[in-house]
């Protein structure tokens, strides 16, 4: 009651108290606002959707705050952020990321989209953030090139983080232990406080709780630019060969293709006879040795005007072709052709599998070193379309020996 009354008897005390703390509110606004609106432009970010391709069978999606799980036969435009994606035995998937990288699932894998953002404003430093969390089973990842922004990619497993530069890689997790391999590009793996850098052709393994073990050869690569980085020459040999050299001609070329760089074959113009385009590079190398031998590459269909693989299951739009010596010294070879045309009633079908239009398969062949006609030395690695009007592409060929 009596600081009330001193108040009115000194009324300009009361205005400079008011005035005061009108100036340091203001002051705070001054700063507080600026540095609200400065705060906001660099931690802003918009959330963006990964984009589901189904290779083969029936793909699990789970989303946030859905009790069951989506069942995706063909694709599904827009997974969320936090979604779970799952394949079995008889499944295989694709994801395409907002800024065009890729993450092939194998068959028995999981993976959980953590965060998939870009910075909402041009003003902001941060770049781009993909944080993916393998769970269990086999992943292909494609980084492709920071267009707009830095991209920070990382993949997350039960044993250890793999920060991802541009490049292809493949991530393999079992309970036991998680393995990175660097087929092009460059990985940080960090676990346990250990931190191990791989550059091409090296891998790294981690166990739960323990420090990176590498780096570490990974499989010989027996192929020389089987990513087409470089030129097709003079690792790869184009050619060409037709019935009618007046009908067009075939061509080769290398293209770019979002995240990869792939060997393109075409041939249109209403073609009406047989051709064949191609690549072939030279391998001459004794394998006797090896316990292992696998081909690996990645095919995309997306022409073909002969149905199946032609009337003698020869002609596919994409054909990859093994040369090779038995351990008697004969000349031998391996084909596998891939189609996505039904081939017409009583056409056979013979070494070749029917495989979806417009998307990159991932195609792996069993262990050739248990073939029947066991090779004992490649000679040559063949990759040609073959009919009348095709247009394919191939990327990330690879054919790996293990002792």
């Not at 400065?38 to 999606?61: E, F, K, M, Q, S």
């Not at 406080?193 to 420090?211: D, H, I, N, P, S």
């Not at 019935?243 to 293209?255: A, C, F, L, M, N």
């Not at 002969?306 to 054909?319: A, M, R, V």
Request: charged content about 25%; hydrophobic content about 35%.
């Amino acid at each position: 009651m009596k600081r009330t009354q001193t108040m009115r008897r000194k009324p300009e005390r009361l205005a400079w108290i008011i005035l005061l703390t009108s100036f340091v509110v203001f002051c705070g606004l001054m700063v507080g606002i600026p540095l609200g609106i400065r705060w906001y432009v660099i931690n802003a970010a918009i959330v963006h959707p990964t984009a589901l391709t189904v290779i083969r069978g029936t793909v699990l999606v789970e989303m946030p705050n859905m009790g069951n799980p989506i069942g995706v036969r063909e694709a599904m435009e827009e997974v969320p952020e936090g979604s779970v994606v799952k394949t079995d035995s008889t499944s295989q998937a694709f994801l395409k990321l907002f800024e065009d990288s890729t993450v092939t699932l194998y068959n028995e894998t999981q993976v959980k989209l953590l965060r998939t953002r870009s910075p909402r404003f041009g003003l902001s430093p941060k770049p781009d953030s993909i944080v993916l969390l393998v769970k269990g089973g086999r992943v292909r990842v494609g980084v492709a090139p920071a267009m707009h922004s830095p991209l920070d990619l990382r993949v997350q497993t039960p044993h250890a983080e793999a920060r991802l530069e541009e490049g292809g890689y493949s991530i393999e997790v079992t309970n036991e232990r998680s393995q990175v391999v660097v087929r092009y590009g460059r990985a940080t793996i960090i676990a346990a406080e250990g931190t191990v850098t791989l550059e091409q052709g090296e891998r790294a393994t981690v166990e739960m709780g323990r420090a990176p073990v590498g780096p570490l050869p990974a499989e010989q690569n027996l192929l020389v630019n089987g990513n087409f980085e470089g030129e097709l020459s003079p690792a790869w040999v184009p050619y060409n060969i037709q019935v009618d050299p007046k009908e067009p001609s075939g061509t080769v070329e290398i293209v770019t293709e979002g995240d990869r760089r792939a060997a393109r074959f075409f041939r249109g113009g209403g073609a009406r006879n047989h051709c064949e385009t191609g690549i072939r590079q030279r391998v001459d190398k004794d394998v006797r040795d090896f316990t292992s031998l696998k081909l690996h590459l990645s095919v995309k269909l997306i022409n073909q005007s002969l149905p199946g693989g032609g009337y003698l299951s020869s002609e596919f739009p994409i054909i990859v072709r093994l040369d090779y010596k038995d351990p008697y010294g004969n000349d031998q070879f391996w084909t596998h052709g891939f189609y996505y045309k039904d081939p017409i009633q009583n056409w056979p079908i013979l070494n070749g599998e029917k495989i979806p239009r417009y998307i990159w398969y991932p195609y792996e062949s069993g262990n050739l070193m248990e073939s029947d006609a066991k090779p004992v030395y490649i000679t040559s690695l063949t990759i040609y379309a073959s009919g009348w009007e095709y247009e394919s592409m191939v990327s990330d060929v690879e054919l790996l020996a293990e002792e």
